[in-house]
């Protein structure tokens, strides 16, 4: 049995841990497992850029960060479009059949995860596994890697804190999350910081200003707001795609952590600092919950393979691990619930969303 595997799009910190956990599954249900790693992702596949690997090369690997296969960005809206000559899906087939591979796992996020499910459409057999640390793929409750940033983006809060009640300044800190905020919901909540900005829940600049300025009336003197990356205001939330797109690039690389702050210096009387926690929480090795979640994922990964289900994905679901097609999730992105349960929770302790409800 030959396996080729890949890691795709941005690192998380248990890609290496949930490699192992399929791998060493493989190998105690298979006497004669081959395996073929390859090199950062799709683009290893396009270009037959592989390393023949043993068993053994994925043994001490459970708490290691990154990827042993190196990974990069292919975007599923590219995969299709012929470049220089070069048609991409074809000669991602082509390197499958001369390598007469018997299968293929994929473990990535959500564009991934659709270009996996169109090698699975093309005939190859395909099970993917999900990371991101965004956790904001459609279908199961968790991805790995998300724990392991928000340990670190709640680390990150806590020691802006400190600073910030040092020097009685207003921290506007930036967590990742791409077009979601369910990183900066976790440790906005786990850190205990005064604001959350979301992009589920665009913010109203004055809402903020004020609920900010209530609380230094009743003593407060230093303020710690996570704010998503994808954080948006409710004038911009009501732009169309297009136009919203031009705002974002019109900021130039400036994140919006800074607009924020820049808009909150004019409106409240403190000094504002911005502290963009950026790619750290996606570095390290991975935390205990997530060697866990890896391993249970690259378990069931391997039962997939073993079961010959193709275009599969594991999933989590309350407390099971179990899997569903691979086109029930490809395409979609699980959001945050502004009315759910962990937003009520932040309320319910007087964390500030930046909209009307959080001033009642
Ligand atoms: O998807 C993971 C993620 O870390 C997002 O949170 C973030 O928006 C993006 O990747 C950053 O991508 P890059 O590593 O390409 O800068």
Redesign the pocket.
């Known amino acids: 049995m030959r396996l080729g595997i890949l890691t795709s ?2 690192d ?1 910190q248990a890609l290496n841990a949930t490699m192992r956990a399929l791998v060493l599954t493989l190998h105690k249900n298979i006497d004669d497992l081959e395996i073929i790693g390859f090199i950062d992702g799709y683009k290893g596949l396009m270009y037959e850029n592989y390393k023949v690997m043993k068993v053994e090369d994925f043994k001490d690997i459970l708490n290691m960060g990154g990827t042993i296969l190196g990974s990069s ?1 292919c975007p599923f809206k590219k995969m299709r479009v012929i470049e220089n000559g070069f048609d991409k899906v074809e000669a991602m087939k082509r390197t499958y059949k001369k390598l007469e591979l018997d299968c293929l796992a994929v473990l990535g ?1 959500n564009g991934s995860l659709k270009s996996a499910n169109m090698l699975y459409e093309e005939g190859l057999h395909v099970i993917a596994l999900p990371k ?3 956790n904001d793929t459609w279908g199961t409750d968790y991805t790995f890697g998300f724990q392991s940033a928000i340990d670190i983006a709640t680390t990150y809060l806590e020691q802006i804190q400190t600073t910030a009640r040092s020097h009685s300044r207003l921290f506007v800190v930036e967590i ?3 077009k979601v905020g369910h ?1 900066c919901l976790h440790a906005g909540i786990a850190a205990g910081a005064d604001a959350i900005l979301l992009p589920e829940m665009p913010y109203d600049i004055d809402a903020l200003s004020r609920a900010i300025q209530k609380k230094q009336k009743e003593g407060q003197r230093s303020f710690v707001i996570a704010c998503a ?2 954080a948006l205001s409710k004038d911009e939330a009501a732009l169309s795609k297009k136009q919203y797109k031009r705002i974002v690039k019109a900021r130039e690389g400036k994140s919006v952590a800074y607009e924020i702050a820049d808009k909150l210096a004019k409106l409240v009387d403190m000094e504002v600092r911005v502290s963009c926690c950026g ?1 750290v ?2 570095g390290g090795n991975p935390c205990a919950y997530d060697k866990v979640m890896a391993t249970r994922f690259g378990v069931e990964g391997a039962r997939l393979i073993l079961n010959q289900q193709f275009g599969r994905l594991p999933v989590s679901k309350g407390t099971e691990v179990t899997s569903i097609p691979l086109t029930e999730t490809a395409g979609q992105l699980k959001y945050v619930d502004p009315n759910g349960e962990y937003v009520q929770t932040a309320r319910a302790l007087g964390i500030c969303f930046g909209d009307e409800m959080s001033e009642s």
């Open positions: 799009g941005g998380c960005r996020g991101t640390i965004d990742m999350g791409h990183i990356e994808g790619h929480q996606r």
